[in-house]
């Protein structure tokens, strides 16, 4: 089975510009969560969603947004880039809430 | 809120040795899920266990045991029989299990070497 997917692998943007990652989570998994990691605030949850519905969110200000669709495949947007938007940005699925999360391998956003 | 910490930001150990990680954490909720995740250099996040907290016993997989201690709010990860391989970022993190809240918090980690 194939494990989760994160596109792109490595981003490069410069400030105030906006930018899409995508997760596609293991086949039958319907929540998918996303993190951000930095060396400064460690790792944090961004939102989680389970059946195209946002459940939960972190708190991170309104520039970053997500969604799900059918397949379950989720996407992040962060609009309006700042410096302090560098980071690792992690997607997790599972079958459910509270059962093994499956990390993906992350795409790494550099804000120049 | 809860949080979770860990005091440890570097141990090492040597090759075929033991090692606990250790963890505490701070939760009103009596009933949630407490985990250990493994980052190794590659970064790909990896689950090592999981434990629930309704349950005594304690979980193991393997080499790698933990001691919870549910009044204490402390959740330590023993890793017996260290090997190379071991070497990696260590995460404890917690879940609350009711619904509208789900997302896991993460400690700051711990970096474990292993001395061959």
């Known amino acids: 089975k194939a494990g989760v997917t994160q596109t792109p692998r490595y981003l490069i943007k410069t400030r105030g510009q906006q930018v899409t990652l995508s997760c596609s989570p293991i086949?039958?998994?319907?929540?998918v969560s996303w993190y951000q990691q930095t060396p400064g605030q460690g790792l944090q949850f961004l939102f989680e969603?389970?059946?195209?519905?946002?459940?939960n969110k972190g708190n991170f200000p309104g520039r970053f947004s997500g969604r799900q669709f059918s397949n379950s495949r989720s996407e992040m947007n962060v609009s309006t880039l700042e410096l302090g938007d560098s980071a690792l940005y992690l997607c997790?699925?599972?079958?459910?809430?509270?059962?093994?999360?499956?990390f993906g391998p992350g795409t790494r956003l550099t804000v120049l | 809120a809860q949080t979770v910490t860990q005091s440890q930001p570097e141990m090492s150990v040597q090759e075929a040795e033991t090692v606990t990680l250790s963890c505490t954490y701070d939760?009103?909720?009596?009933?949630?899920?407490l985990f250990w995740y493994k980052q190794p250099p590659s970064r790909q996040m990896i689950l090592v266990i999981r434990?629930?907290?309704?349950?005594?016993q304690n979980a193991t997989e393997n080499r790698f045991s933990v001691n919870f201690q549910k009044a204490a709010k402390s959740f330590s990860l023993k890793i017996s029989d260290s090997q190379l391989g071991d070497a990696a970022m260590y995460f404890c993190?917690?879940?609350?299990?009711?619904?509208?809240?789900?997302?896991?918090?993460f400690g700051t980690g711990t970096r474990l070497t292993i001395i061959p």
């Open positions: 997790a699925s599972s079958l459910e809430w509270g059962f093994e999360q499956f």
């Open positions: 086949s039958g998994h319907r929540s």
């Open positions: 969603y389970f059946s195209e519905t946002q459940r």
């Open positions: 939760t009103s909720e009596s009933d949630y899920y």
């Open positions: 434990q629930e907290a309704y349950k005594q």
């Open positions: 993190a917690y879940s609350p299990t009711n619904f509208g809240n789900e997302k896991l918090t």
